[in-house]
Nanobody, 124 residues
Framework: QVQLVESGGGLVQAGGSLRLSCAAP????????MGWFRQAPGKEREFVAS????????LYTGSVKGRFTISRDNAKNTVYLQMNSLKPEDTAVYYC?????????????????WGQGTQVTVSS
């Protein structure tokens, strides 16, 4: 079992920035692909970004391309999501997830472990 802990959420004005972190205390996930998903009230959980274990390949959903950056530091067992130029429609609970085996980067069903989520609220 891998426990994932997100942090860094909060309230920010439109145009502002936040950096989310996802850590796995006491565990290494250097061999796992990692993803960020989000879920707004009344909506399904949607893919935001993913990164392979080496960091060599990243994938973003179209609405965040050019604004969000996913990265990882395997030495610190931490994955980051830098969010710039935030918009009110980015408001959601953000979840990080770890994928042990091969699968589809943007499909939540491919991921094996999930964090508890962190709230991001962007005011207009």
């Amino acid at each position: 079992q891998v426990q994932l802990v997100e942090s860094g959420g909060g309230l920010v004005q439109a145009g502002g920035s936040l950096r989310l972190s996802c850590a796995a205390p006491g565990r290494t996930f250097s061999g796992y692909s990692m993803g960020w998903f989000r879920q707004a009230p009344g909506k399904e959980r949607e893919f935001v970004a993913s990164i392979t274990w080496s960091g060599a390949r990243t994938l973003y959903t179209g609405s965040v391309k050019g604004r969000f950056t996913i990265s990882r530091d395997n030495a610190k067992n931490t994955v980051y999501l830098q969010m710039n130029s935030l918009k009110p429609e980015d408001t959601a609970v953000y979840y990080c997830a770890a994928r042990v085996y091969s699968g589809t980067d943007n499909d939540p069903r491919s991921y094996d472990y999930w964090g508890q989520g962190t709230q991001v609220t962007v005011s207009s």
